[in-house]
């Protein structure tokens, strides 16, 4: 029999989505780039070029709080007055939700661009996504196009995980992970997957084209895998996630107490004065979200005691809690991969015996199938952060305890307000 005969969609079909999956994969790529060079440029100046111009030479720690503090309330001034509110609450949300008003699009990019800039402990995969989403939507879901809400929603999805992690295959995995919980049997798998494949693709693409930034961190020279490496990388992932685990407990009560000052200037600014104090105890490392820290981690792990790089994976934790909770624009993958990381350097330096590629993988193994809920999100971040195929088969035996735990524990959310009410009582209009 042939592919058609078997699949409700015929090749033809399959053939008309491939010019709007690669449209929409590049614009989704670019729209990231646009972005986070943005940011990247605002932070050089804020953390480099005014402090140089001032005078003040290395960085002093009351700098940290003061620049955090300022963002806070710079963000919680665009959450309550910029149109649309910044869009949702982040804290309430997984990875996608339903396509927003474009109004609210220019405050969720300011925020994101504010909160990647600041420091904040978060990174841009929730609102990058959301932004992305709501343009595939405007621009595919018209009549004379014909793509539903959903297959909007689907290729921007794939297209920005492609973009974030210059490879279509986290795409695919999360996808058919989004498949497998909608119950979504029409028709066969690929066929489901071959548009956004498309435009994971060209998310991909485009990123390596304009030099993508790597997961991957330098790591020792692994000797060679043992038996007992799948059980030190068992427990090493199950201590990454028991931290996780806390922060995961821990949401419901911070984001009750922000968000209990009902003003998000209020709310944002306390946040971000916390997330100062957080940076002044826990250094350079623990701010912003996380993927250039775990590199510079992994260059000064050899000269640090297991107790101060384990206070790095504390500190993060407690600052990616504060920062989801306060209402800060941003995602949670990004800072859970450096707890992770942090976690697995901790247990290498104190069991020598494990090799630090081994802890480094099951470390972020353990912290993001918690935060994500998402076992093959986890292992593809595992795999990318070390580098190494060869250690896919420890990281297969590690996840399988980490999931029985990590199955039966909440998400990392928090219901969002009962009746679509705002995130915050001062955006309630008055009666």
């Known amino acids: 029999m042939t592919g058609d005969t078997q699949s ?66 710079l963000v919680g001034a665009v ?48 609102p990058i996504i959301a932004i992305n989403v709501a343009l595939a939507a405007w621009i595919l879901c018209r009549p004379r196009l014909g793509v539903p809400v959903e297959g909007a929603v689907g290729l921007a999805l794939a297209a920005t995980i492609g973009a974030l992690f210059a490879t279509p295959v986290a795409a695919a995995l999360v996808l058919t992970e989004t498949f497998a919980e909608r119950g979504d049997r029409s028709g066969p798998l690929f066929d489901r997957l071959f548009a956004p494949l498309v435009a994971a ?43 996780a685990l806390l922060a995961v407990l821990a949401l419901p009560w911070v984001h009750r107490a922000l968000h209990g000052m009902r003003h998000p200037v209020l709310a944002l600014g306390t946040g971000g004065l916390v997330l100062g104090l ?67 350097f901790a247990a290498t330096a104190l069991v020598p015996a494990v090799p630090a590629a081994v802890a480094v993988g099951a470390g972020v193994l353990g912290a993001t199938i918690v935060v994500s809920r998402d076992g093959w ?23 399988l305890p980490v999931w029985l735990v990590a199955r039966v524990m909440p998400p990392m959310r928090v219901a969002p307000p009962a009746g679509g009410a705002p995130e915050f009582a001062a955006l309630a209009p008055r009666s």
């Open 278 to 344: 957080l940076g002044v105890v826990g250094g350079p490392l623990t701010l912003f979200k996380g993927l250039e820290e775990m590199k510079e981690l992994s260059e000064q792990a050899d000269a640090m005691t297991w107790g101060a790089i384990l206070l790095l994976a504390v500190v993060k934790t407690g600052a990616l809690v504060v920062a989801t909770s306060a209402g800060f624009r941003g995602g949670r993958i990004f800072p859970t991969v450096f707890i992770g990381v942090a976690v697995g």
């Open 201 to 243: 693709g060209a998310g991909a693409v485009t990123m390596l084209a304009l030099e993508a930034p790597t997961f991957a961190i330098d790591l020792p020279s692994r000797p060679g895998l043992h038996a007992g490496d799948a059980l030190g990388a068992a427990l090493v992932a199950l201590a990454a996630a028991a931290l």
């Open 377 to 399: 999100l986890a292992l593809f971040m595992a795999a990318v952060v070390v580098g190494d195929v060869q250690l896919i088969p420890v990281l297969c035996v590690a996840i």
């Open 8 to 73: 409700p969609l015929s090749t033809a079909n399959l053939l008309r989505r491939v010019v709007p999956a690669l449209v929409i994969g590049v614009l989704c790529a670019l729209t990231l780039v646009a972005l986070s060079s943005f940011a990247t440029w605002v932070q050089h100046l804020v953390w480099e070029s005014l402090p140089a111009a001032w005078g003040l030479g290395a960085t002093p720690t009351w700098w940290t709080v003061v620049v955090l503090t300022v963002t806070g309330l």
């Open 79 to 126: 959450v309550r007055w910029a149109p649309g509110h910044a869009g949702v609450d982040p804290a309430t949300t997984d990875l996608v939700t339903a396509p927003l008003p474009l109004r609210a699009l220019p405050g969720l990019a300011v925020a994101l661009v504010l909160g990647l800039a600041g420091g904040v402990s978060l990174g841009p995969e929730n």
